[in-house]
T-cell receptor, first 115, second 116 residues
Framework: KNQVEQSPQSLIILEGKNCTLQCNYTVSPFSNLRWYKQDTGRGPVSLTI?????NTKSNGRYTATLDADTKQSSLHITASQLSDSASYIC??????????????FGAGTRLAVHP | DAGITQSPRHKVTETGTPVTLRCHQTENHRYMYWYRQDPGHGLRLIHYSYGVKDTDKGEVSDGYSVSRSKTEDFLLTLESATSSQTSVYFC???????????????FGSGTRLTVV
């Protein structure tokens, strides 16, 4: 079964600290992996996208890594800010069926950054 | 989000009534999608459209129908709303097919629907 599992479910950190969010997937075949940020009451916004051949991608203070062999990804946030408080969603494109890949969404990690 | 709007943003309706949610885009993108988001679950695809009058079912399509009579509008209808359809509904658009790399996958701000 194609699945995306994220951990932890929620996380609280102090402003200025770093944190790492985890994503494990069992999607096959694999096409790409995306991280999205979703602010409360808003739709998800893309942070990074990585294909099979990429093992790291940065977007400002956000750095995503991908290990396609172990089917794991992480999102590292450096020097957190209050505005980083949001849900972070891991999304895997794959599971080819009928000529189309699906987008398979994790349930997200809810991050709260406290002053 | 710029280029995609959903209406209404919030709606409360009674069980058994029909409800229509609207997604409007100004990007002239070919592909449009409806998702629902529930606590503890990832977004799940309800229906999608790959062109005017071309639609197909997603993984949770039961109880929902869609229509796309113009490129810019994609409507989601709950024929007879049930409490299990209480959720946040997101529309998304993309310029190319899902199977290819796409940064151009943009979500709307969502519609919070409560069925009482």
């Amino acid at each position: 079964k194609n699945q995306v599992e994220q951990s932890p479910q929620s996380l609280i950190i102090l402003e200025g600290k770093n944190c790492t969010l985890q994503c494990n997937y069992t999607v096959s075949p694999f096409s790409n992996l995306r991280w999205y940020k979703q602010d409360t009451g808003r739709g998800p916004v893309s942070l990074t996208i990585m294909t099979f051949s990429e093992n790291t991608k940065s977007n400002g203070r956000y750095t995503a890594t991908l290990d396609a062999d172990t089917k794991q990804s992480s999102l590292h946030i450096t020097a957190s800010q209050l505005s980083d408080s949001a849900s972070y969603i891991c999304v895997v494109s794959g599971g080819l069926s009928g000529g189309y890949n699906k987008l398979i969404f994790g349930a997200g990690t809810r991050l709260a950054v406290h002053p | 989000d710029a280029g995609i709007t959903q209406s209404p943003r919030h709606k409360v309706t009674e069980t058994g009534t029909p409800v229509t949610l609207r997604c409007h885009q100004t990007e002239n993108h070919r592909y449009m999608y409806w998702y629902r988001q529930d606590p503890g679950h990832g977004l799940r695809l309800i229906h999608y459209s790959y062109g005017v009058k071309d639609t197909d079912k997603g993984e949770v399509s039961d109880g929902y129908s869609v229509s796309r009579s113009k490129t810019e509008d994609f409507l989601l209808t709950l024929e007879s709303a049930t409490s299990s359809q209480t959720s946040v509904y997101f529309c998304a658009i993309s310029s190319i097919a899902r199977e290819r790399n796409s940064y151009g996958y943009t979500f709307g701000s969502g519609t919070r629907l409560t069925v009482v």
